[in-house]
């Protein structure tokens, strides 16, 4: 307990929780599963006992479908002496490890279910016991309280630096802002004393630059101003839902934002654009065979788009079923569109847009 409770950082919480869990308990194999906002399925897997190369080989993490599904449904221990004789082992992907002996316990947070706790292959052939599940469960308890006072942590820190943000949103405004503006009325007022006309169009497309570098230092100001503490951060899930993927996919896909994407779009469409960023990495990891991925998304004239393009094989015909059509209808279903194509240079692009109600630009 002390050793989970020394941590402040989340993700190492996490990671030490599991492996200590799993050592706890003399588990071959341990994974701590993170549910989602919609409690229905895993946002996060983070394992012991199985290193990167097998992670590859077996591919995308698990969502918490079959035996792993069960304590999502159910959130209370479950034990199993043989997982594979239970109806609901299914789901395994053809070059998973076997895995026997089966322990589960949900983890807890003020009385909502943060996450689940797995082990599998008690060593010694053995299978787990009464004493491995209580003290599983203490464990857990551990961990929930844990993990509360990482988030606590992180929040602080976030409060802590609210006036920073204050301060570098009203730097940003009076010196970067007025500067940029005052070079660009510069070379717009030279623009007539050059007589080389390639000399005129190299100027005005600085020019343009400088009105797109204006805008984008100007959406940054309208977001430091606005962040909600300690509410939804939408950049900040989308950013975690890229790290995450990187686990599938191999790399870190390049996160891009435009526009006052925390301010404009609420719970509901964020629900949603979460969701089809997510299965859009997958679909990329799946299938795609990419070495680089950029997710862009932006909120632009009441708008909200999200694209992904990646630089693998391109659109196949193959690229059909629930995944593609699951995207279709969230778009849809808000007045929206969805498609895909060939990306600008090689390989797929993806484009998700919806319109926003009282979107301030």
Not at 98 to 110: N, Q
Not at 179 to 199: E, H, K, N, W, Y
Not at 208 to 221: C, Q
Not at 225 to 241: A, C, D, F, N, Y
Request: glycine share 8%; proline share 5%.
């Amino acid at each position: 307990m002390l050793t989970v409770g020394s941590q402040l950082d989340l993700h190492a919480v996490l990671d030490t929780i599991i492996s200590t869990a799993a050592e706890l308990v003399d588990a071959t194999y341990g994974a701590l599963g993170v549910l989602d906002q919609s409690r229905t399925r895993l946002s996060d897997f983070i394992t012991v006992g199985i290193d990167d190369e097998l992670h590859k080989v077996i591919g995308h993490l698990p969502e918490g479908h079959g035996i792993l599904g069960l304590l999502i449904v159910d959130p209370k221990p479950l034990r199993l002496p043989d997982l594979r004789e239970h109806p609901s082992s299914y789901g395994f992907p053809p070059d998973h490890p076997p895995m026997r002996s089966f322990l589960g316990v949900p983890i807890s947070i003020r009385g909502e279910v943060f996450g689940n706790l797995y082990f599998c292959d008690k060593r010694g052939g053995e299978v787990f016991t009464d004493v491995d599940e209580e003290l599983a469960v203490g464990l857990a308890t551990a961990a929930g309280v844990a993990i509360e006072n990482a988030r606590l942590h992180a929040l602080v820190g976030q409060l802590a630096t609210f006036e920073d943000r204050e301060r570098i949103a009203r730097d940003l405004h009076d010196t970067v802002i007025q500067r940029l503006f005052a070079i660009g009325m510069s070379l717009q007022a030279t623009v007539p004393l050059i007589a080389d006309r390639r000399a005129i169009d190299r100027v005005l497309t600085v020019i343009d630059d400088l009105d797109a570098t204006v805008r984008d230092v100007r959406a940054t100001i309208f977001e430091l101003h606005t962040v909600r503490i300690p509410g939804r951060s939408i950049r900040q899930e989308l950013i975690q839902l890229c790290a995450e993927s990187a686990r599938g996919l191999g790399f870190d896909p390049v996160v891009r934002f435009d526009g006052p994407l925390d301010t404009a779009v609420d719970d509901d469409v964020a629900g949603d654009l979460i969701a089809v960023s997510r299965e859009a990495l997958a679909n990329v990891a799946k299938h795609a065979h990419a070495t680089s991925v950029r997710l862009s998304v932006e909120v632009s004239h009441g708008v909200l788009s999200m694209s992904i393009v990646d630089d693998g094989i391109g659109p196949q015909r193959s690229e059909t079923g629930r995944g593609i059509e699951n995207l279709t209808a969230r778009a849809t279903a808000r007045g929206g569109t969805f498609h895909i194509e060939p990306g600008p240079e090689r390989g797929t692009q993806l484009v998700w847009s919806v319109p926003l109600d009282d979107v301030r630009d």
